[in-house]
């Protein structure tokens, strides 16, 4: 079978991904189209908008055929390992194709900067270090130092798809995978404040949403988004960004400087700046501003907070094997599909009760945790059910 895999997070599902993931299988004309999903918390820190179960259901509404949780452990992480883990889980289930969507349609430039980061030219840690010497953070120092040994790979490492493409690129020859690379070149902005209707930004769309303009976020959504956000808003059961901070902050409080010192990605003195931060801020929007620098950039300061939310150490990351295991969130029936599981290098958990098992420490908090944001009780996800269509 030919299996495409994608890797992302919907929070919600928009008309921009329903363009990827057409466009990805007119491409490939897969068999099958597998995602490995963000959970209750993403790439950044945050906490997503709708849950897991929606957000597959959607999925597989406009045409994915299964729904895999990521471990939060690979979710929440700088970009090299947020690829470096979903790669796996998707390889692990049987993909054979990934696709992924890009600024720069040059499929020779992206493989040369994935070969560079893999195999340093001369000259180019010694960049890199400078650089972060010199006050910058590491995503910029990062394309800087490219930039400096291989012509062009700063401006491609500077777009924030680009450089997720880079990584899985990465990903994909660190562990040695036969996976096909799918590039989709990406319309609209990735961080546009306004909502294009066609080819919005996630971001854009759960910011409309957040300010009560639901006719913009709904003319950007597919149906079944619309419908799920309707139903979710009307209940009172997305996220109360005051519930959150509170939860946050008492966490933080209650922390001693060796925790934060602890935390994943704290050096160059973070982990101290906020332990005194939170001590201050009135919430996590203020927390995240107090902190953000041109050595230290929102979203590092955001994966910190979540960290530290979710009880997560630098040790903890540092021994982390690779997911061996996923929680299976949606299905499209499709017998030929799921007889080929049985051969799957990673365990298929077909409900919560079974995956209960395999989840860390970090999982099951960011479950409980949103629960608690949205007024909903600590048993989910476990009275949850696959969505199945």
Same mark, same amino acid.
């Not at 959970?39 to 997503?48: I, L, N």
């Not at 945790?369 to 199945?388: D, H, M, S, W, Y």
């Given at each position: 079978m030919a299996i495409l895999g994608i890797v992302a997070e919907y929070d919600p599902f928009h008309n921009g991904h329903l363009y990827h /993931? &057409?466009?990805?299988?007119?491409?490939?004309q897969p068999d099958a189209v597998y995602v490995a999903l =963000?959970? *209750?918390?993403?790439?950044?820190?945050?906490? %997503?908008?709708? =849950?897991?179960?929606?957000?597959? $259901?959607?999925?597989?509404?406009?045409? $994915?055929?299964?729904?895999?949780a990521l471990p939060v452990l690979w979710a929440v992480r700088d970009a090299e390992h947020y690829a470096?883990?979903?790669? %796996?889980?998707?390889? @692990?289930?049987?993909?054979?194709?990934?696709?992924f969507g890009v600024e720069t349609p040059d499929?020779?430039?992206?493989?040369?900067?994935?070969? /560079?980061?893999?195999? +340093?030219? +001369?000259?180019?840690?010694?960049? /890199?270090?400078?650089?972060?010497?010199?006050?910058?953070?590491?995503?910029?120092?990062?394309?800087?130092?490219?930039?400096?040994?291989? +012509? #062009? $790979? #700063?401006?491609?490492?500077s777009s924030p798809n680009n450089t997720l493409a880079v990584c899985y690129l990465r990903a994909i020859r660190r562990l040695n995978l036969s996976l096909v690379p799918v590039m989709v070149p990406r319309r609209g902005e990735y961080h546009?404040? !306004?909502v294009d209707p066609e080819y919005p930004s996630a971001s854009a769309v759960r910011g409309a949403l957040s300010r009560g303009d639901y006719a913009a976020a709904f003319r950007a959504v597919p149906p079944e988004t619309e419908t799920r956000l309707k139903a979710r808003f009307l209940a009172g059961e997305t996220p109360d960004p005051a519930v959150l901070d509170a939860i946050l902050l008492h966490t933080l409080r209650g922390m001693d400087p060796a925790a934060f010192r602890a935390l994943p990605d704290a050096a160059? @003195?973070?982990?101290?700046? /906020? $332990?005194?931060? *939170?001590? !201050?801020?009135? =919430? %996590? &929007?203020?927390?995240?501003?107090?902190?953000?620098s041109r050595r230290y950039s929102a979203a590092r300061v %955001? &994966?910190? *907070?979540?960290?530290?939310?979710?009880?997560?150490?630098?040790?903890?990351l540092l021994g982390l094997p690779l997911p061996s295991a996923a929680l299976l969130l949606a299905l499209r029936k499709n017998a030929a599909m799921t007889a080929s599981w049985r051969n799957a290098a990673v365990r298929i958990c077909p409900d919560p009760a079974a995956w209960r098992a395999e989840a860390s420490a970090a999982d099951l908090a960011s479950w409980r945790i949103r629960a608690q944001c949205c007024g909903l009780p600590a048993t989910l996800p476990f009275t949850e059910k696959t969505v199945t269509q």
């Amino acid at each position: 079978m030919a299996i495409l895999g994608i890797v992302a997070e919907y929070d919600p599902f928009h008309n921009g991904h329903l363009y990827h /993931l &057409r466009e990805a299988k007119r491409l490939v004309q897969p068999d099958a189209v597998y995602v490995a999903l =963000s959970p *209750c918390f993403k790439q950044r820190g945050d906490c %997503s908008l709708l =849950s897991p179960h929606d957000r597959a $259901a959607c999925a597989v509404s406009a045409g $994915a055929d299964a729904v895999f949780a990521l471990p939060v452990l690979w979710a929440v992480r700088d970009a090299e390992h947020y690829a470096l883990g979903a790669v %796996s889980l998707l390889a @692990g289930l049987g993909a054979t194709h990934l696709a992924f969507g890009v600024e720069t349609p040059d499929p020779a430039a992206l493989h040369q900067v994935a070969d /560079l980061l893999e195999n +340093p030219l +001369p000259g180019f840690r010694e960049t /890199l270090k400078a650089r972060l010497a010199g006050g910058l953070g590491y995503p910029a120092a990062l394309a800087a130092a490219a930039g400096r040994v291989l +012509p #062009g $790979a #700063g401006a491609i490492l500077s777009s924030p798809n680009n450089t997720l493409a880079v990584c899985y690129l990465r990903a994909i020859r660190r562990l040695n995978l036969s996976l096909v690379p799918v590039m989709v070149p990406r319309r609209g902005e990735y961080h546009a404040s !306004s909502v294009d209707p066609e080819y919005p930004s996630a971001s854009a769309v759960r910011g409309a949403l957040s300010r009560g303009d639901y006719a913009a976020a709904f003319r950007a959504v597919p149906p079944e988004t619309e419908t799920r956000l309707k139903a979710r808003f009307l209940a009172g059961e997305t996220p109360d960004p005051a519930v959150l901070d509170a939860i946050l902050l008492h966490t933080l409080r209650g922390m001693d400087p060796a925790a934060f010192r602890a935390l994943p990605d704290a050096a160059e @003195g973070l982990g101290d700046a /906020l $332990a005194k931060a *939170c001590v !201050s801020a009135r =919430s %996590s &929007r203020e927390l995240i501003e107090k902190l953000t620098s041109r050595r230290y950039s929102a979203a590092r300061v %955001s &994966r910190l *907070c979540a960290h530290a939310l979710l009880g997560v150490t630098r040790q903890q990351l540092l021994g982390l094997p690779l997911p061996s295991a996923a929680l299976l969130l949606a299905l499209r029936k499709n017998a030929a599909m799921t007889a080929s599981w049985r051969n799957a290098a990673v365990r298929i958990c077909p409900d919560p009760a079974a995956w209960r098992a395999e989840a860390s420490a970090a999982d099951l908090a960011s479950w409980r945790i949103r629960a608690q944001c949205c007024g909903l009780p600590a048993t989910l996800p476990f009275t949850e059910k696959t969505v199945t269509q």
